[in-house]
């Protein structure tokens, strides 16, 4: 690794100070927490789930059914439980913080819609016919401490009864690297025009990050948008200059400027612009609350409200904005919060 040539600065929302201004926004009309909510580490508002006597032997009940479900189980990297009528699968088999993780659903009636509520977010289902099964992205932030967590799933009849499901899934501690980075003293302590221009650009992400669809638009396995060698991982915490730490909240890929780079799945361009920290970056939307950001590139070839192909060319890679040499870095992003991309990009999905 070589920790002061190829990083770009914290990415997206490079300072705390700023995560904590978000103001609180909705998804799927209900109020959710604001990142700051979210991330902060004694939190009475965020209802973390305290193990009871109940639900330790719940878990530990759990526990035993996952070995017979993983011996069942003929998908790598999943499990599927089947519990109360309700047969459940979900990737990847271990959550950590900082995961994406996808859940299909087969519930024991045939329902017109089905939603659940997991770590204080709204889950999109939507229905694979071909699959006679439920799928719904979710993910973890990567401040959810590790604990047992319930994921409270309500289905909706075609007679319009409601028919629910509570189940608990244990998140255990991801295992991230830490690095110290040396950057310009303008990156880690900008002056007032650039303080402004973050400013700005901090409304214009508000705005983006607003407008998900919760309906699917993704389609298939996500791909890596490049074909290359990746640089640096998710999660790495860095210290720059002995002072500003931050996660990467990212997935960098080495490329030279200019390497076509292509959309992860099928969706809709949320943001096709340049950015002060990003640089030229596209946001494309996949529905169920999830994006991919492309950033620093040299071109950006879609336009706002274009609906994009998995694998259409969507610009070229560069190394504009906080960045110190050409590369890309991908980001997932899932209703506010940031997710590891090598782990989406190991799902298995229809
Ligand atoms: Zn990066």
């Given at each position: 690794m070589q920790p002061?040539?190829?990083?770009?600065?914290?990415?997206v929302f490079p300072s705390r100070g700023m995560r904590r201004r978000r103001a609180a926004h909705t998804a799927g009309g209900k109020p959710v927490l604001s990142e700051t909510e979210r991330?902060?580490?004694a939190q009475p508002a965020r209802r973390r789930y305290y193990p009871s006597a109940a639900a330790l032997l719940l878990a530990v009940s759990t526990l035993a059914a996952f070995q017979?479900?993983?011996?069942?189980?003929?998908?790598?990297g999943s499990k599927r439980e089947a519990v109360g009528g309700w047969a459940i699968q979900w990737q990847p088999a271990s959550l950590v913080n900082g995961s994406p993780v996808v859940f299909q659903v087969a519930p024991p009636a045939r329902l017109a819609g089905l939603s659940a509520k997991w770590l204080e977010h709204d889950v999109f289902f939507t229905y694979d016919a071909a699959n006679h099964v439920w799928y719904g992205i979710a993910g973890i932030s990567l401040e959810t401490r590790p604990g047992?967590?319930?994921?409270d799933l309500e289905g909706t009849t075609s007679k319009g009864n409601k028919i629910t499901l509570v189940r608990t899934f244990a998140v255990r501690p991801g295992k991230y690297p830490s690095v110290a980075v040396t950057v310009a003293k303008r990156y880690t302590e900008p002056g007032p025009e650039?303080?402004?221009r973050i400013r700005q650009d901090k409304t214009i992400k508000q705005d983006v990050f607003r407008h998900t669809d919760p309906?699917?638009?993704?389609?298939?396995?996500?791909r890596p948008p490049v074909d290359a060698r990746v640089s640096d991982v998710f999660g790495t915490r860095r210290t720059f200059n002995g002072k500003v730490q931050s996660m990467h909240q990212g997935l960098d890929y080495a490329v030279p400027q200019g390497t076509p780079v292509s959309a992860a799945n099928a969706g809709t361009v949320l943001l096709a612009s340049p950015l002060y920290f990003e640089g030229n970056c596209v946001v494309l939307d996949h529905g169920q609350g999830l994006l991919t950001l492309y950033l620093h590139l040299s071109e950006i070839k879609v336009k706002p409200g274009e609906r994009i192909e998995g694998g259409q060319e969507i610009g070229l890679s560069g190394g504009t904005g906080r960045a110190t040499g050409p590369h890309l870095h991908l980001a997932v992003r899932w209703q506010g919060v940031y997710l590891n991309p090598a782990t989406l990009l190991s799902l298995k999905l229809p």
């Open positions: 002061s040539g190829k990083y770009s600065f914290p990415v991330t902060s580490s017979v479900a993983v011996a069942a189980s003929t998908l790598a047992i967590y319930p994921l650039q303080v402004e309906d699917r638009e993704w389609l298939g396995k996500f």
